[in-house]
């Protein structure tokens, strides 16, 4: 009787376990639907989708492929291998640069960079910068990505050290084949 019981105890045991992981494998195979997360830094603030950037207006849009558009118009002021690049404050503003058409702020630490040709081809790396000829940079942390649906143009982030979205000046270098 022993035996029999320990066998039972055993064959409830694994009937258990094969139960809770079969279970446990339909819950993880149920889709949700992921919303779009909102900006609470700022009141009636754009929608932001997955990748964390606000979805781009038509005006926006608009105004990036009328920049691509004049760039054809006139003779290419860069050759294959050029590099555009951008200073901007933590304000927003185009301090200076190369093929730059427009800087817009979103909320703290979010930036978009338009540039005058197509960069789906290139390279760009952003820095922390200083917007003075003297000095080191102020501490934080810049990420930077291919803005939503515009080819000529960049999204820069700025966070402090501790990774809390915050303005910090930057400079964007863009690099194309």
Do not use: W
Request: aromatic residues 6%.
């Amino acid at each position: 009787m022993a035996k029999f019981i320990s066998r039972r105890a055993v064959a409830v045991t694994f009937g258990v376990l094969a139960l809770t992981l079969a279970g446990g494998g339909i819950a993880a195979a149920q889709t949700t639907a992921v919303k779009p997360a909102a900006q609470t830094e700022q009141p009636g603030a754009r929608a932001v989708v997955q990748s964390g950037q606000p979805v781009p207006t038509a005006a926006e849009a608009a105004q990036a492929k009328a920049a691509l558009k004049a760039k054809k118009d006139v003779s290419p002021s860069f050759v294959a291998g050029s590099t555009s690049f951008a200073v901007v404050s933590s304000a927003g503003v185009l301090l200076r640069g190369h093929d730059v058409v427009s800087v817009t702020k979103y909320g703290p630490g979010q930036y978009q960079v338009i540039f005058n040709r197509s960069l789906l081809r290139g390279g760009y790396v952003a820095t922390i910068g200083t917007t003075t000829d003297c000095c080191l940079p102020p501490a934080g942390e810049v990420s930077a990505a291919p803005r939503l649906a515009t080819p000529n143009g960049i999204f820069v982030q700025t966070h402090s050290s501790a990774g809390v979205a915050a303005d910090r000046p930057f400079h964007l270098a863009v690099f194309t084949p």
